[in-house]
DNA sequence: GTCTGAACTTAGCAATATGTGG
DNA sequence: CCACATATTGCTAAGTTCAGAC
């Protein structure tokens, strides 16, 4: 980790060297006292050199190590339920190293523990052959609660938190419950109410400081009564989940502003913004406006209408595939922008632009090209009227319409990917957007689902692709 | 009510695999 | 066929929800 941002911060170096000298001799505890004199290039130019061989290895050795790869998928990847044969989502168990919180996390740097078969706890059926631990060792416990879907758990030793093995997205159970979730927002459609909130509540000093909707505190708003031409806007500001920074200004009714207000009244930044409020409270009202209504279900109902709606305005019936196929992810990052999926801008996206811009002005110039040749040839069959030129000016007619098409091609990428700079579509296409609707845009404007979804994803999807029809609505 | 823990979903980053143009 | 760019997959942390103890 010795190139990582992370071996810069004291908290990480304090729990590291910590954590580190427990695990020492009493020996070299005497002598290893400072992390600041420890040399530890020696192992990571070992690492680095294993990469780089790793790298260099022949078609051959690849190939084999694959197939290695393939032999142990095959014999851990999968298990029966119900009589089915399915894949199993996490089968390897997470390997010891130092625990990478996200933002500013007070435990980052610890020591993650080695997993022993006698951390380990088996789930499954009384009747099944159940996996034999390695030799000479056992499991912590093998239990048989059909209450439950996963199939292995452990307790991690960084938060005390249950870990577990559970099945692939493309198994049944996944793809029913995913099915559900879908089906509940849905039932959200028949309310008008606009509510865009999630709550959670953490143990202060265990976790980074992160908000939701109910642990909202009075630092993280302000209240404008005009802003920017708006009434009654109000200002937001804080770190999310993943210690994601939300920023947005959002203009509110009058009663929402002014209950607000109140709410702000007399209390430091740092107390809590709704004081009387908390996730068992809201939840216990929810479920009381709708069965099986719960916080989350607002983010799924708000992700996938939007998409509906966005794919209803920015679809064109004349336009060609990859036009259309920019209008799916355009109305994917209008989702994406509305739920803060956000991402690192990637390491090489300046170069990568760069490049690309190079390319279209190549094409460009090629086009000009084939079209002053396109012109000589047609100067020259309007002269000599054989069917030789003739063809050789519908040849060269073909030859720009073929650029043209790879110009815009280019030009269509360039956008799509200048927009796409900060935003990640992934975790909306895989977790909010109800795939029926992508699949009815598909069969209606007849792009192939194999444009929208990758295999993983059509296999997450295939209950989705299974039913829905180009007239689904959400 | 309040707190805690178990179970399950959602999240972004990094490594790896695949595709493509020179 | 190689180098590079892009797409996919793997990984695991960080959320939400709900039930049950106190």
Not at 58 to 65: G, N, P, V, Y
Not at 297 to 324: C, G, M, W
């Amino acid at each position: 980790m010795l190139d990582h941002e992370y071996t810069t911060k004291d908290i990480f170096r304090k729990n590291f060297f910590k954590d580190w000298r427990k695990e020492m001799t009493a020996e070299e505890k005497a002598t290893i006292t400072d992390l600041k004199k420890c040399n530890f290039t020696e192992m990571s130019e070992y690492f680095k050199a294993q990469s780089e061989a790793r790298k260099a290895m022949s078609k051959e050795e690849k190939q084999k190590i694959k197939e290695e790869n393939e032999r142990l998928l095959q014999k851990y990847g999968y298990c029966i339920m119900d009589n089915h044969k399915e894949r199993i989502a996490n089968f390897r168990i997470e390997p010891p190293g130092l625990f990478r919180g996200r933002g500013d996390h007070p435990k980052m740097g610890m020591l993650k523990r080695r997993i022993r078969p006698e951390d380990i706890i088996i789930n499954c059926s009384k009747d099944s052959k159940c996996p034999e631990p390695p030799p000479g060792t056992k499991w912590k416990e093998v239990r048989h609660d059909n209450k439950v879907t996963w199939l292995v758990s452990w307790t991690e030793n960084i938060q005390g938190s249950i870990k577990y093995i559970m099945l692939n997205p493309s198994s049944r159970i996944k793809g029913e419950k995913d099915w559900q979730k879908y089906e509940t927002a849905r039932r959200l459609k028949k309310f008008s109410i606009k509510f865009n909130a999630f709550c959670s509540s953490k143990e202060e000093g265990e976790t980074a400081d992160t908000v939701g909707c109910c642990s909202l505190r009075v630092e993280h708003i302000n209240l404008y009564p005009e802003n920017e031409g708006q009434e009654y806007v109000v200002e937001f500001d804080f770190l999310g989940k993943d210690s994601i920074r939300y920023y947005n200004k959002v203009p509110v009714e009058k009663r929402v502003f002014k209950n607000l207000q109140l709410f702000m009244e007399n209390k430091e930044p740092d107390d809590d913004l709704f004081d009387r409020l908390n996730t068992s409270i809201l939840n216990k009202h929810l479920q009381e406006l709708m069965d099986g209504l719960t916080a989350k279900v607002f983010r799924t109902y708000n992700a996938s209408i939007t998409l509906q709606q966005q794919l209803k305005e920015l679809t064109t019936a004349d336009e060609n595939i990859p036009a259309k196929i920019l209008s799916y992810n355009r109305a994917n990052r209008a989702v994406a922008i509305l739920c803060n999926h956000q991402r690192a801008p990637p390491k090489t996206f300046e170069k990568s632009m760069q490049n690309l811009q190079a390319k279209i002005d190549a094409k460009k110039d090629q086009l000009s090209d084939a079209k002053r040749e396109l012109k000589s040839a047609k100067a020259d069959a309007k002269v000599r009227k054989d069917e030789k030129t003739k063809k050789a000016v519908e040849n060269k007619r073909k030859a720009v319409q073929r650029i043209e098409e790879q110009l815009m091609k280019l030009e269509v990428q360039a956008t799509d990917r200048e927009e796409n700079k900060q935003i990640a579509l992934g975790t909306s296409k895989l977790n909010y957007l109800d795939p029926r609707i992508s699949v009815a845009w598909c069969k209606k404007w007849g792009i192939p689902v194999e444009k929208i979804y990758n295999k993983t994803q059509r296999e997450k999807f295939a209950w989705a692709i299974d039913m829905a029809d180009e007239d689904y609505e959400f």
